[in-house]
């Protein structure tokens, strides 16, 4: 997946209107709950994208345009689908820490029933804090996974607790609130215990130094040898260890499978009741099928239904309506296997698919011209199927944070036998569109006007293209060796495969080609992007990085791969050169005919690197490039953009979807835009939060 770049609270006495799920019935419960809470109130005239910003993130939200043009059955399908994203919630909070559910449980406790004074300073901190663990699905941060720590004091944590009333605390058996205030104080206000969610640091043990939730007991050793043995007795097309938790028990290393009866059950059950109702809307029976093996998968936890419900999946090409809801992507997974629960629902924008579908239609082209070493490409590109499609409802780590573009399914072997399917979700990329325009980086960070009348004409449609060009054919393009799988290159897999697809993105948006497509008019286009580019990968993308921290997510490593390789090579013919004026540095790009070049020599790298499973190049690209950060330009960049007063990080509000009934049947469904994070995420928590403490 590729992620992107890239208000005011007030207190209130408001009544919070929310929909319960119930699995005995298809109409939502509605209940009506009076409480003092910091909330938000939409304005009224021109739909407003931006609703609020706190610490280095702002809530957006996205319209579902054409959603009132489907079909009745569309709709309740869309409708169905919703609820089984909004029921994976905990899952995701779960696999992020293993104390997350506990946490959260006990912040939201003391939101709904404090007694004490909610106008100070301090509980205005505290409820910063519930909103990051909420936008961030836990107490690490969503892109960096560094553990990020209350501003509040340790005491006042405590009073918070004892000074509410009228509320469940999640309390194991036996356990008392001073007994619970000792258990989540160290764990929350000691910044070395589980500091990271992911931990990527060479030369560090990468399961014991990780916080996730996937692994308890063992060392990376130990998840090593046991996967060596289990794969070498397993179908090398099943994806090991994709939907478990791997534990030691009684000295003796086991896998916990996410399933009905197993782990995560509570949730699984639910998310099952509303795929079972979406088969009955289901829009022809290719899709019909492939929801049952979804459901098979979720009843049994077998890799093989997995594999057979990909393959139905991405050949269904036809249906309108369409969704991610299942464990798909490891980023998470510091080894790279282990997958966290995600969902997109989402139909297809007729009017945008069109250029995808050029694009698709031309996939031969693309992989023959390629800068790659012909042994490396794909004598028949198979199965490229590619649309534009508008979000519906997102869920799990998709939630509130979400990508612009996805690729999947992610096993190469299905990839080469039945293609891959490509997305660019045009709504979420419309609002962040929206929002950027006023956001003055362009006055801030570009030089000279003629650069920033290009970004404005083309940067949409270019920032557009990219995606479509990474997504559709950069992840699917190319080939591995015979012995070769996608986890050769272990923790630097990510960051690799994300720059293999960039570069491909890159290089090919100022191919001729696009033009004569018709796809751009001119390579203007592809020049704004190739500023953008080098801009948020050297420049704009610090404001993301602490000060003193490296660079850790996988999306952010590959900007700053290409970006400062692209830069240690061009500065030497001044293809790009690094301009300071008045003390701001800027980076202007002089040749980008010899620019284009460069991306191409990288990538010819990059994919040798891929398909021949080359763990210590890798180690050597990312290391070198992808991680450091120049501590003289990270401040001046962190001061220049905080003039700005824009929070680099983005998420979004979903719209509430309501069933109108006749009797006991469904005759339309209606779509709401809330504009209050705070009550979105108390309403979830209350009517889709169905796991256990822990699990």
Not at 25 to 50: M, N, R, T, W
Not at 224 to 245: F, H, M, Q, R, T
Not at 531 to 555: C, F, S, W
Not at 652 to 673: A, C, S
């Amino acid at each position: 997946m590729k992620k992107p770049f890239f208000h005011l609270v007030i207190l209130s006495i408001m009544t919070l209107t929310f929909f319960a799920c119930e699995s005995d019935s298809d109409k939502p419960v509605k209940k009506e709950i009076k409480k003092e809470v910091h909330g938000c109130q939409a304005p009224e005239g021109e739909f407003e994208y931006l609703v609020e910003q706190f610490a280095d993130l702002k809530i957006l939200r996205y319209q579902v345009p054409g959603f009132e043009d489907l079909t009745l059955k569309e709709k309740e399908l869309v409708y169905y689908l919703s609820q089984a994203a909004l029921c994976g919630r905990d899952i995701n909070f779960d696999q992020n820490y293993k104390h997350n559910l506990c946490i959260r449980r006990t912040l939201e406790a003391i939101m709904q029933g404090y007694q004490g004074d909610r106008e100070t300073e301090e509980f205005g901190k505290f409820y910063l804090y519930l909103k990051r663990v909420w936008f961030s699905n836990g107490i690490h941060h969503h892109y960096s996974s560094d553990k990020f720590l209350p501003e509040f004091s340790k005491e006042y944590f405590a009073e918070l607790i004892k000074n509410s009333k009228d509320v469940e605390f999640p309390l194991a058996d036996g356990e008392t609130i001073d007994d619970l205030i000792a258990k989540l104080t160290p764990i929350m206000f000691d910044p070395k215990i589980d500091a990271k969610r992911v931990c990527q640091d060479a030369g560090k043990d990468i399961i014991k130094n990780s916080a996730c939730n996937f692994y308890e007991g063992v060392t990376q050793k130990e998840v090593e040898k046991y996967y060596a043995a289990v794969k070498g007795k397993s179908d090398p097309k099943l994806s090991i260890g994709l939907n478990s938790k791997l534990v030691k028990e009684n000295g003796i290393v086991v896998e916990k499978t996410y399933k009905l009866g197993g782990m995560y059950s509570k949730a699984i059950e639910k998310i099952i009741y509303w795929l079972e109702k979406a088969i009955t809307v289901a829009e022809n029976d290719h899709q019909k099928k492939a929801l049952q093996k979804l459901v098979e998968f979720y009843k049994t936890g077998d890799l093989k239904a997995f594999n057979e419900f990909n393959v139905l999946w991405v050949t269904d090409l036809e249906s309108k309506v369409d969704y991610v809801c299942c464990f798909t992507e490891v980023y998470g997974d510091p080894m790279g296997m282990k997958a966290t629960w995600e969902a997109l629902i989402n139909f297809r924008n007729e009017e945008a698919t069109k250029r995808t579908k050029i694009i698709s239609a031309n996939a031969q082209y693309f992989e023959d011209n390629s800068p790659i070493d012909d042994k490396y490409k794909k004598k028949e590109v198979k199965g490229v199927s590619a649309k534009v499609i508008t979000a519906a409802q997102l869920g799990g780590d998709c939630y509130p944070a979400t990508p612009i573009g996805i690729n999947l399914p992610n096993a190469n072997w299905i990839r080469a036998e039945h293609g891959s399917k490509s997305v660019t979700i045009d709504n979420i990329t419309y609002s962040y569109d929206q929002v950027g325009a006023k956001s003055g980086t362009l006055e801030e960070f570009v030089l000279d006007e003629k650069t920033r009348e290009n970004a404005r004409k083309f940067g949409p449609l270019a920032g557009n293209l990219h995606t479509d060009l990474h997504e559709c054919l950069g992840h699917g393009s190319g080939q591995l060796m015979p012995g070769v799988t996608g986890e050769s290159l272990k923790n630097y897999h990510s960051a690799v495969e994300e720059s293999r697809a960039d570069l491909f993105a890159l290089y090919f948006l100022y191919d001729q080609k696009m033009v004569d497509l018709k796809l751009i008019e001119s390579l203007d286009v592809a020049r704004a992007e190739y500023d953008a580019y080098l801009r948020g990968g050297l420049l704009l993308q610090l404001k993301r990085v602490e000060p003193g921290k490296n660079i850790e997510q996988a999306h952010m490593r590959c900007r700053a791969i290409i970006s400062n390789w692209v830069l240690e090579k061009g500065q030497k013919d001044s293809i790009i050169n690094k301009v300071v004026t008045d003390g701001k540095t800027y980076i202007v790009i002089n040749d980008y005919d010899k620019l284009r070049g460069l991306f191409g020599d990288l990538l010819k790298e990059v994919q040798r690197i891929t398909s021949e499973g080359d763990y210590k190049a890798a180690q050597k690209l990312v290391e070198g490039y992808g991680v450091k950060v120049d501590p003289t330009l990270h401040k001046e960049v962190i001061e220049r953009y905080d003039k700005l007063n824009i929070a680099p990080y983005s998420g979004f509000l979903n719209p509430v979807y309501t069933p109108v009934y006749e009797g006991k049947k469904i005759v339309d469904i209606k779509v709401e835009y809330p504009f209050c994070f705070k009550e979105q995420n108390l309403g979830y928590s209350r009517d889709y939060s169905f796991l256990p403490t822990y699990n």
